[in-house]
């Protein structure tokens, strides 16, 4: 059998390396700091596999904090900063002037959507993690990342004519 190796799938582990990456976003929703009790909106992404860059499959977390001192327009939105929802939704390309009935609708609505995004890395408390500092929109809007746990499960399962287990 011949075979010629191939690194550009390896997970490294680790983190996130500083740098631009095409993403797509799998999740988004409110969740609680453990430690803390501390609200906040988790989006989870995830650097495309279909787009030609390192890190394909690489996950990273985007989170939206409270603000300190909110506006009337933050407010309205659970104390979150209306600015970074805004933003993220023309990233992801939700369409201009929908209406939500909640956040978690909105959160609902971003799943799936791919954005472009710039990672740093940041210290808290003595450790090095990766940040998303910016989303905007994709370079690549016709997505065709395939999940990981999707094409695990794309199998045909035979049929079994005797009805007998093979074992």
């Known amino acids: 059998m011949e075979f010629t190796t191939d690194y550009s799938d390896v997970d490294e582990g680790g983190i996130l390396p500083i740098g631009e990456y095409e993403a797509i976003i799998k999740y988004a929703g409110e969740d609680t700091v453990q430690t803390t009790g501390t609200v906040y909106i988790n989006v989870t992404m995830v650097a495309r596999n279909d787009v030609e860059q390192p890190c394909k499959n690489k996950y990273i ?9 909110p506006t009337p327009a933050d407010v309205k939105l659970g104390g979150y900063s209306s600015k970074q929802i805004n933003a993220l939704s023309k990233s992801a390309g939700l369409p201009n002037g929908k209406k939500y009935a909640s956040l978690a609708e909105w959160c609902e609505e971003l799943g799936g959507k791919c954005v472009r995004i710039t990672v740093e890395h940041e ?14 929109e994709s370079k690549h809007p016709e997505c065709r990342h395939v999940w990981k746990d999707q094409a695990a499960a794309e199998f045909t399962e035979l049929p079994n004519d005797d009805g007998e287990l093979p074992f």
């Open 123 to 136: 210290e808290y408390k003595g450790k090095t993690q990766a940040k998303v500092k910016w989303v905007n």
């Open 61 to 69: 977390w985007h989170k939206l904090w409270h603000r300190k001192e």
